[in-house]
């Protein structure tokens, strides 16, 4: 009898995946891009189409720039190369702008925020996410002085190791996130604030996970992995006291909010709540609050302080090349101030540097899941509503059709034969089109001014042997477990 149940329940679950592939690959005369064969239920995950961002060589060259590969019971279509993306991310914008579900993401948010909504919602916290951040000054010196503040922070710190061996993490993962505490919350916290370093923890702790293994199975597989133990029962727990921190935050907000001048984002949201007090339908409260407060420190955070830590790991590793940047800062800057934004074009080869290093590091080498929003014709394929779409950022940075050494960090890149800073839109490091970054203003200013106050005042030098680090290897880390070094920073004789 059990062994009829099994049978049954096998043909069943086979029946609904072959229903599901029909569904999702053949519609009229539309049809998905090529790929190779799923299996039942599991599509190609037994076939070594995991991680993408390594096997999409081998996969363009059979099946070209786009194809479908099955993860899990579901159909994924991967965009490849630069002419590719930017066709679908910017030419049909709004056909690629939706969301796919995470349902790690989901069960968290539940469809708050900006990161995993759609529609109407997405549109308007993506309105006022962009707006607000402009008007606290995303592009303007206030914002400036307040990352140049935290810049200071951090070479005081640094300067404090005196020349001992130290891990330049933790240092740059506080600067980055009170860079974020005083957008949102309006102010900046010691280093040995409880609350601060709690905070950090647990977006630290969420980051880690997400992109475990068992976070892949979670969002491959949710219907059975959530309800089974695993680490995800301790991200929820965290969520839960991430969400009282900000909670709490958003209380005293309220109660000192003065309306003519409001200090950060939470107040401008509850100003904007306030305008829409008395609507049916309002997008204005306060599950999406706390969501977009969430999303800003997970998706900046790590983010952003992980890129300064590869380039400090970079300039320790090529002494030319951080010698070249000295001189260039020496020149331009000098000592007697701290380095600004404008400094950028007096700074070529230093702006180089910095851009060659987010294309090499390659930090997200596949932006988050898209959704078609329609019914989508696109290079001869027809794909249905809602498909998922991953836009492969590594595709992009490593094409040797783009550059001239793609597997090399190669500062040339982003200079012409004058020597002149040349930018380059086949760097897309925060992605493009409507799901692009909305921080990315403030991740460049942050990277910047942090590595040119660092070697304003410091040389960077590793411990190990410079011919011994591997940049390739070390680059891949951060995709796992990410990446631990020590170094000693020496001052600069004045």
Not at 85 to 112: D, T
Not at 144 to 172: I, N, S, T, Y
Not at 406 to 435: W, Y
Request: glycine fraction near 8%; hydrophobic fraction near 40%; charged fraction near 20%.
């Amino acid at each position: 009898m059990e062994a009829s149940a099994v049978l049954i329940t096998g043909c069943l679950l086979l029946l609904l995946f072959l229903l599901l592939f029909r569904a999702s690959s053949g519609q009229g005369r539309g049809r998905l891009p090529p790929g190779p064969t799923p299996l039942p239920l599991l599509g190609n995950l037994t076939q070594n189409v995991l991680p993408l961002y390594r096997s999409y060589r081998r996969l363009c060259q059979e099946y070209g720039p786009i194809f479908t590969v099955w993860l899990g019971p579901r159909p994924t279509v991967v965009l490849c190369g630069y002419e590719v993306l930017h066709e679908a991310l910017v030419g049909h914008s709004e056909e690629f702008s939706g969301r796919a579900p995470i349902p790690l993401q989901k069960q968290l948010n539940h469809g708050y925020g900006l990161i995993d909504s759609n529609g109407e919602r997405w549109r308007q916290m993506r309105r006022f996410t962009l707006t607000t951040l402009r008007n606290l000054g995303m592009g303007k010196r206030s914002l400036e002085l307040r990352v140049q503040e935290e810049a200071r922070h951090l070479a005081q710190a640094v300067a404090d190791k005196q020349g001992r061996a130290f891990d330049p993490l933790p240092d740059l993962t506080r600067a980055v996130a009170n860079v974020i505490c005083s957008v949102v919350f309006g102010i900046r916290f010691s280093s040995d604030n409880e609350e601060f370093q709690e905070l950090q923890r647990l977006i630290l702790s969420y980051m880690c996970y997400f992109r475990s293994l068992p976070a892949q199975l979670y969002n491959t597989f949710p219907g059975i992995m959530h309800f089974l133990p695993g680490q995800h029962r301790r991200v929820f727990r965290e969520h839960e006291r991430l969400k009282e921190f900000i909670r709490a935050r958003v209380a005293s907000h309220r109660r000192s909010l003065d309306p003519s001048a409001p200090r950060d984002l939470i107040d401008c949201f509850l100003l904007e709540q306030a305008k829409e007090r008395g609507k049916e339908q309002t997008e204005f409260g306060d599950e999406n609050l706390m969501a977009l407060a969430k999303s800003l420190f997970i998706a900046g955070m790590e983010t952003t302080s992980n890129t300064v830590q590869f380039a400090l790991l970079t300039l320790s590793k090529f002494p030319d090349v951080q010698a070249r940047v000295h001189g260039e800062l020496d020149r331009e800057v000098g000592r007697a101030r701290a380095p600004a934004l404008e400094d950028r074009l007096r700074l070529p080869y230093t702006n180089a540097v910095l851009h060659e290093l987010q294309r090499y590091l390659d930090l997200v080498p596949m932006s988050l899941p898209h959704a078609t929003t329609r019914p989508t014709p696109f290079r001869g394929y027809l794909i249905p509503q809602g498909t998922t779409i991953i836009p492969l950022l590594a595709s992009v940075h490593f094409d040797p059709a783009s550059w001239e050494t793609p597997e090399d960090f190669n500062p040339g890149h982003f200079l012409d034969g004058n020597g002149a800073f040349r930018k380059r839109d086949l760097a897309m490091p925060f992605s493009a089109g409507k799901r692009m970054c909305p921080g990315e203003g403030l991740a460049k200013a942050e990277i910047f001014l942090f590595v040119t106050t660092l070697l304003q005042n410091f040389t960077l030098e590793l411990l190990a042997e410079p011919g011994a680090i591997d940049l390739a290897s070390l680059r891949r880390a951060f995709r796992g477990q990410g990446l631990a070094y020590t170094l000693r920073a020496i001052p600069r004789p004045a």
